[in-house]
């Protein structure tokens, strides 16, 4: 089973900065698409940035400039450097792996990392 762990929220000012971590149990090679979700309770979850192979990067709008996704194929880890943050990006930050092992296709999420971003 493919297993997904973000670590790294936390509380900070705004105008602060964070980084996340999402490391995976699988190699790189059999992730199309590694990506960063967002979910405040009461709203659905949204999307945030991605980055598939070779190291294509897509962002939201309400974070590009702000936020970097990155990744480590030799940690088998993705990274969200977020930067000027803001009191509405306070949510709980999901990652997702997609990819596929021996043909069958997998969509992994993790539990989730807390970010809280307040005066």
């Known amino acids: 089973q493919v297993q997904v762990v973000e670590s790294g929220g936390g509380l900070v000012q705004p105008g602060g900065s964070l980084r996340l971590s999402c490391a995976t149990s699988?190699?790189?090679?059999?992730?199309?698409?590694m990506a960063w979700f967002r979910q405040v309770p009461g709203k659905q979850r949204e999307f945030v940035a991605s980055i598939s192979n070779p190291d294509s990067t897509i962002y939201a709008d309400s974070v590009k400039g702000r936020f970097i996704i990155s990744r480590d194929n030799a940690k088998n880890t993705m990274y969200l450097q977020m930067s000027s943050l803001r009191a509405e990006d306070t949510a709980v930050y999901h990652c997702?792996?997609?990819?596929?092992?021996?043909?069958?296709?997998?969509?992994?999420w993790g539990q989730g990392t807390q970010v809280s971003v307040f005066p």
């Open positions: 699988v190699s790189m090679d059999s992730l199309f698409r």
């Open positions: 997702n792996g997609y990819g596929g092992i021996s043909g069958s296709v997998f969509s992994a």
